[in-house]
């Protein structure tokens, strides 16, 4: 079993900045592969970027330059930096990890990008 909670979230002005966190507690030593997703309101729940534990990443393109993924072993905790905020990034931001074929998610964070 594993738990994941974001934190971070908020209302920002487009062109700012936000840091999310997602602390992972519970069977975490072999968890390889950490992510974080987002959904819009009306649309798919979308992959923004994902972390493996040799420190390699991938992003989305409409993320990329923009946003980046980290992870600190030591505390068990994955980061998401957002810098240069749209409005397009409005979303409910979810942690996930996959662990012995299953699939655990947190409950997410909201991110408000205004005008």
């Known amino acids: 079993q594993v738990q994941l909670v974001e934190s971070g979230g908020g209302l920002v002005q487009a062109g700012g900045s936000l840091r999310l966190s997602c602390a992972a507690s519970?069977?975490?030593?072999?968890?390889?592969?950490m992510g974080w997703y987002r959904q819009a309101p009306g649309k798919q729940r979308e992959l923004v970027a994902v972390i493996i534990s040799g420190g390699s990443t991938n992003y989305a393109d409409s993320v990329k330059g923009r946003f980046t993924i980290s992870r600190d072993n030591a505390k068990n905790t994955v980061y998401l930096q957002m810098n240069s905020l749209k409005p397009e990034d409005t979303a409910v931001y979810y942690c996930h990890t996959l662990l012995g074929g299953m699939d655990y998610w947190g409950k997410g964070t909201l991110v408000t990008v205004s005008l």
């Open positions: 519970g069977s975490i030593f072999s968890i390889n592969v």
